[in-house]
């Protein structure tokens, strides 16, 4: 990547960017910095952040930016009008990641505008690597991944721990350093063509019609809330108590207003542990995966309670809308049933809870409820029989 000669950028050019950029992510600063320090997922975050500062500074050192002929690009407008619908969304719903994957946007389109395409095309890898920084990316990816290899490769197994997310994480961040390379390559030989403002316009056009269409194919499924008797501590053969909450859950769920677990165990050895999280605001509760792969847990299947679940697992009358996951650790095997909600619902999709909330639906739940065996015992029997004995409190539905 060498300099043209042509007249260099101001100064204030180059330093715009990186202010809009920072002033836009200030306010999710702290939520992206705890997320870094609690939740096993996003321990990395800091590390692409700091690859994408550096990939940006080695860029601007590198390519030298050129004066660009008009005083702003035009073709920047549309990427920059997709991420301010993006941040606008993003406050309007109160999602927080979609507020900071914008501001990273914000402050790519800016560099866009005032330092040329060519240039913007150069920073993309930075782009890509600040969002891997950000909380959630990693559990989305995942997400992605599964629905990927179960679509192609129905039978194939697949273990998706923290360790699995890093390496979707990493192979994602090489992929866009070898992509920004490739492109600085074709700049030092001048065949990277400048990008017509048209060409972006139906470029940001499609990428919203995808999103709107994902969003509208998978809607979250809601059913009725359903909660485990507090005072019920002992029923059918089944004896609670109340056990200590590991130090990764209580990072993870630091900020909520209540965190408790019980193991609840039968004459016969079987076990069964129920940790509920409770809090005023849905963005303090997390996925199964966050807890679970902070305790060594490799996700083997995460899927929606299905009709052929029912018969397994006979919650009574109520059935929630709710998530069966199944997970591996060395020799243990771990059978799961979870949901989301409050007191009138539940469902088993976060972030669909999170986008159609309504104003006094709260307080917030997740209720997760597991069953763990040792070599060859599974643990889906003694699941299914602790959810048929359960005093199960239904809401209104």
């Not at 542990?273 to 902070?294: A, K, M, N, Q, R």
């Not at 959810?387 to 239904?394: F, H, I, M, S």
Request: contains cysteine.
């Amino acid at each position: 990547m060498t300099a043209v000669d042509a007249p260099q950028a101001r100064p204030w050019r180059l330093l715009a960017p990186a202010l809009v950029m920072l002033a836009l992510l200030a306010p999710n600063l702290g939520w992206i910095r705890q997320a870094w320090t609690s939740s096993p997922l996003d321990a990395w975050g800091w590390a692409f952040l700091l690859l994408g500062i550096l990939w940006w500074l080695l860029v601007l050192d590198l390519v030298p930016p050129a004066t660009p002929k008009r005083v702003l690009d035009p073709a920047g407008w549309s990427p920059l009008a997709l991420f301010a619908v993006a941040g606008v969304l993003g406050l309007v719903l109160d999602v927080r990641v979609a507020q900071a994957a914008a501001a990273l946007g914000i402050g790519w389109a800016a560099a866009w505008l005032l330092l040329g395409g060519r240039l913007a095309l150069l920073l993309a890898p930075a782009l890509v690597l600040g969002l891997l920084a950000l909380p959630t990316t990693g559990y989305l990816l995942q997400l992605g991944w599964t629905a990927a290899v179960g679509w192609l490769a129905p039978a194939a197994g697949l273990a998706a721990g923290a360790a699995g997310v890093m390496l979707l994480k990493a192979g994602v961040a090489l992929t866009a350093l070898a992509a920004g390379l490739l492109l600085g390559g074709l700049a030092r030989r001048g065949r990277l063509p400048a990008l017509r403002a048209a060409t972006t316009a139906y470029a940001a056009a499609a990428a919203v019609a995808m999103l709107g269409l994902a969003a509208g194919l998978n809607p979250p499924g809601f059913g009725p809330a359903l909660l485990l008797a507090e005072d019920e501590w002992a029923f059918g053969p089944w004896l609670g108590a109340e056990i200590p909450v590991s130090p990764a859950e209580r990072r993870l769920f630091a900020d909520s207003r209540k965190l408790s677990k019980r193991l609840y165990s039968t004459r016969d050895g079987q076990r069964v542990s129920v940790l509920l999280v409770e809090s005023d605001d849905v963005h303090d509760l997390h996925t199964p995966e966050y807890c679970l792969s902070g305790s060594g847990w490799s996700l083997l299947r995460d899927a929606p309670l299905t009709a052929a679940d029912g018969p397994a697992l006979a919650f009574g009358e109520a059935t929630p809308a709710a998530g069966a996951l199944t997970a591996v650790r060395g020799g243990q095997r771990l059978a799961g049933v979870y949901w989301f909600g409050s007191d009138t619902r539940s469902t088993d999709d976060l972030a669909g809870l999170r986008l159609q909330r309504r104003l006094g639906d709260g307080p917030w739940r997740m209720i997760l409820v597991t069953a763990v065996g040792d070599g060859d015992q599974r643990p889906e029997p003694a699941l299914r029989r602790f959810v048929g004995d359960a005093p199960w409190l239904a809401g209104e539905s």
